[in-house]
């Protein structure tokens, strides 16, 4: 091997051109270094670092070069592997980035657009979020302790259930209440709260509700029309009855007793 050219030894795959400019910058810098592929003479191929150093003689003038390479393969294999798996990681990491995205924009999407008010709160009560629907039901209302709003007759039930939902994680709880309007007056709302507050992601107590204040105010004055007609008929001197398909007795007022007779 001795006096012939490294290209016969080991072929590099570099041109004339390119080894001149090698040995250039070996003589300008003293050394050069690189990773290449470096094939034998059977054929058979190998990755290697290289590293050039120039003989010089006492007038500073490069009279030889010196190669040393070295068989890296297993390293580059070992980093390009490791290259591949990044790689692969990467995608896997967009794909889920964009899925959660695409979910969290069709979840938010839901919210906004909802008729429903949906309400995000920390362990003491202070909203964390309001949705769109939530301002539209109750109005702009302070985000500080709103348990505070409950009507002073459901106070003491709204707690009670506050404190089954703080010890029951993951577990909904619905209830009726009265709540402050943040134009002064009080609204029905059926309220469903669950505690996720250990949930990574939304690590709050999730409320959705509605304003029921129409149905609740119909049922009053259902209720009420009801009283106030049993009333008539309990007071009446008329004997009133009530029967079925059958002509089965199903009711006699007082008044009919009176006349008839038990």
Request: glycine fraction near 6%.
């Amino acid at each position: 091997a001795i006096g012939k050219a490294i290209n016969e030894l080991l072929y590099m795959g570099l041109s004339d051109k390119e080894m001149a400019a090698i040995e250039q910058k070996i003589s300008e810098a003293g050394a050069w270094k690189s990773e290449i592929d470096f094939f034998h003479r059977d054929g058979s191929s190998f990755f290697g670092a290289i590293t050039g150093d120039g003989i010089k003689n006492e007038k500073g003038e490069v009279m030889s070069y010196i190669f040393v390479v070295r068989d890296i393969s297993k390293r580059k294999q070992l980093e390009d592997e490791l290259k591949k798996l990044n790689e692969e990681l990467e995608e896997k990491v967009k794909a889920r980035t964009a899925e959660v995205y695409k979910n969290e924009k069709r979840f938010r999407s839901l919210i906004e657009n909802s008729t429903d008010g949906v309400a995000l709160s920390d362990a003491e009560a202070n909203v964390l979020y309001r949705s769109p629907g939530a301002i539209k039901i109750i109005g702009d209302l302070p985000t500080v302790k709103t348990i505070n709003f409950a009507h002073p007759d459901d106070s003491e039930m709204v707690k009670d259930i506050r404190v089954k939902v703080l010890n029951n994680p993951g577990v909904p709880f619905s209830f009726l209440g009265r709540f402050l309007h943040s134009k002064g007056h009080y609204i029905w709302l059926d309220l469903t709260s669950v505690n996720y507050l250990s949930l990574d992601g939304v690590n709050a107590i999730v409320t959705n509700y509605r304003d029921v204040t129409e149905r609740m105010e119909a049922q009053e004055k259902l209720a009420s029309s009801e009283l106030r007609f049993r009333s008539l008929i309990e007071n009446s001197a008329e004997g009133i009855t009530l029967s079925d398909k059958q002509s089965n007795l199903i009711y006699r007022s007082p008044g009919a007793k009176k006349i008839a007779g038990e």
